[in-house]
Nanobody, 120 residues
Framework: QVQLVESGGGLVQTGESLRLSCAAS????????MGWYRQAPGKQRELVAS???????NYADSVKGRFTISRDSAKNTMYLQMNSLKPEDTAVYYC??????????????WGQGTQVTVSS
């Protein structure tokens, strides 16, 4: 089994920062791309940022210059540093990972989500 566990969400004020973490555990052989998504009430889930195994990053236009995605391959952990937070960043944030298990199999896994609330 494989698990992705997010942490670091919370309630902050406009302009403050949060750092989200996503730790992958279980029968993992390797992790390819990883990403952060978010879903606000009444809206579709959207990509926030992604990072390849080689470290290439991609960001949604709405977070460019404010959010930074990174990963520690040795720890199977991904991070999202969120600065200058805005009320419109309020959402449940999910991590996902395309990985190869020890079975072996290749599939995408999702975490359970962590709530980020930014008050104005």
């Amino acid at each position: 089994q494989v698990q992705l566990v997010e942490s670091g969400g919370g309630l902050v004020q406009t302009g403050e920062s949060l750092r989200l973490s996503c730790a992958a555990s279980g029968r993992i052989f390797s992790i390819n791309a990883m990403g952060w998504y978010r879903q606000a009430p009444g809206k579709q889930r959207e990509l926030v940022a992604s990072i390849t195994r080689g470290g290439t990053t991609n960001y949604a236009d709405s977070v460019k210059g404010r959010f930074t995605i990174s990963r520690d391959s040795a720890k199977n952990t991904m991070y999202l540093q969120m600065n200058s937070l805005k009320p419109e960043d309020t959402a449940v944030y999910y991590c996902n990972a395309d990985l190869v298990t020890l079975t072996p199999s290749v599939r995408t896994y999702w975490g359970q989500g962590t709530q980020v609330t930014v008050s104005s």
